[in-house]
Nanobody
Framework: QLHLVESGGGFVQPGESLRLSCTASELNLNGLAIGWFRQALGKEREGVSCIASYDDSTNYADSVKGRFTISRDSAKNTVYLQMNSLKPEDSAVYYC??????????????WGQGTQVTVSS
């Protein structure tokens, strides 16, 4: 089945940084909008960030603005989520997904398995 693969999660202390990666062997991500989502224990899944393909525009949830940066490396077929100044409330399983469109939107059809991010002292 078509899927994306996340990596880069881990256990860090508050204030530290992580960089998550999203890629896929079965799918060229360069022509697709890629979103990052997260789901904490007991919480609904929420959108974190998205990068479009058409114009490389980006958006971010208010909770991560100024701390997280999404970017794309077309040569590596990879989308990154740089997470700085991590807070305990950032702890969640992080997923990347695509809506199979060039622009970001609300419906994302293909997902990865997730990577765990835990922020704790």
């Amino acid at each position: 089945q078509l899927h994306l693969v996340e990596s880069g999660g881990g256990f860090v202390q508050p204030g530290e940084s992580l960089r998550l990666s999203c890629t896929a062997s079965e799918l060229n991500l360069n022509g697709l909008a890629i979103g990052w989502f997260r789901q904490a224990l007991g919480k609904e899944r929420e959108g974190v960030s998205c990068i479009a393909s058409y114009d490389d525009s980006t958006n971010y949830a208010d909770s991560v603005k100024g701390r997280f940066t999404i970017s794309r490396d077309s040569a590596k077929n990879t989308v990154y989520l740089q997470m700085n100044s991590l807070k305990p409330e950032d702890s969640a399983v992080y997923y990347c997904a695509t809506n199979l469109e060039r622009l970001c939107g609300e419906e994302y059809d293909y997902w990865g398995q997730g990577t765990q991010v835990t922020v704790s002292s």
